[in-house]
DNA sequence: CCATCCTTTCAAGAATATCTGAAAGTATCA
DNA sequence: TGATACTTTCAGATATTCTTGAAAGGATGG
């Protein structure tokens, strides 16, 4: 409820917030997106409820209690929780204190530039960050057979081979990125422009 | 083994291929390699099975058979045999028939420019494609309040704004893509310096 | 045509991941 | 401080996904 009841309720009750008389179409379009976002989970190598938690704070307008993941979503306080602060640890919403109101809420990050930066640095160092590693540790164990005989020297550097290719790729991608998120959703159709331009 | 035995053998033996002797280093470090690729399938929405034969694939120089799968994985048959196809179903390990063998052997793609662009291709069509598909449903169904009180009103307008954002940002990010892919590894390079200079 | 070799399928079992609900933990208020 | 409101934890239940192995299906060669 955020704005509603700062007029101190006269006992312990929790601020009623405005809940949800918005007009069928909307309620149905939000729930629907939910409903995608969530089957997409698996996908992305996290759980449904996850996902579909993390669309109902997106769609939400006003910060989003676990009371009302219960309720919308259908799961257990247990579930709620633990999704929540997975979701807060990924740093793809955070907690919220609202005045008068003991419970905690949570907003999504909305801005989906900032939504996609966040995600690329999790990923970055969940999962970029380890492959670079083993291949530099590939690239060692692989390199002692260096002395050996010819037909294994060339299995050794065709396996080399394709793990600087590998590197490159992420390197260059990487680079690619970091840039794209530096110029923004203003420089992106400027860049896409200039790159149409040389690649004709 | 594709090379070897085209000297035909006597028999109904299958020509007997080339069985690693290759030196440890190697092998252990293929085997780190997979190791890995392994433990980041569940980060890609894949079994970890998947991932494994995907990366055994990739850092053979020779074609790899189901038999290979289930010796160097220690997987089943039928496990091998629905993983290679659910591969070669997305586009990152071909089928490939060997001259005086009657099994069935696979090699990865190997040039990860085009492994990008066929695990772009797919994910475009099982995610990106759905879901702003369903943004185009949503806008649908919240425009149908337009016409509800003020608040009901923004509230809609507020949702409508974030599904726009969603769809630009997609819709950027693919044209990107589309031109990264288009430039190759060569440009990529240019590309970045060019943002660079632009980005300061 | 049959025999052989290889692949695919799929029901049942095993392994994982996810969810629940109640108990324990924490913070806030008076 | 104690009462209340809320959150977190976690063992056990449930659901989902993955794997196996054996049987059925196909292709090839003789």
New interface residues.
């Given amino acids: 409820m955020s704005a509603k009841s700062l007029e101190s309720p006269g006992a312990a009750q929790p601020p009623s917030r405005v809940v949800s008389n918005?007009?069928r179409?909307?309620d149905?379009?939000?729930a629907?997106?939910i409903r995608?976002?969530g089957?997409?989970a698996?996908?992305?190598?996290i759980s449904r409820t996850m996902a579909e938690i993390h669309a109902l704070c997106?769609?939400s307008?006003e910060p989003v209690c676990t009371d009302d993941v219960m309720e919308k979503l259908q799961v257990s306080r247990g579930n709620a929780s633990m999704n929540l602060r997975s979701l807060v640890d990924w740093g793809l919403i955070q907690r919220e204190h609202i005045r008068g109101d003991r419970k905690e809420y949570f907003t999504a990050l909305?801005?989906?530039?900032q939504l996609?930066e966040t995600i690329v640095r999790q990923?970055r160092r969940?999962?970029v960050e380890?492959?670079l590693e083993?291949?530099n540790?590939?690239?060692d164990?692989?390199?002692?057979?260096a002395g050996?005989k010819a037909a294994?020297n060339a299995?050794?550097r065709?396996?080399s081979k394709?793990?600087d290719?590998?590197q490159?790729?992420l390197e260059?991608?990487g680079?690619?990125v970091d840039?794209?998120m530096?110029?923004g959703?203003k420089?992106?159709?400027?860049?896409?422009g200039?790159?149409?331009k040389?690649?004709g």
């Fill in positions: 918005a007009p179409g909307l149905e379009s939000k629907l997106f995608r976002w089957e997409m698996s996908y992305w190598g997106f769609v307008t909305t801005d989906v530039w996609f990923r969940r999962e380890p492959i083993t291949i540790r590939c690239r164990m692989t390199a002692r057979d050996g294994q299995e050794a065709a396996f394709r793990l290719d590998m490159n790729f260059a991608i680079t690619m840039l794209l530096k110029v959703p420089g992106i159709s400027r860049v896409s200039m790159i149409m040389l690649a």
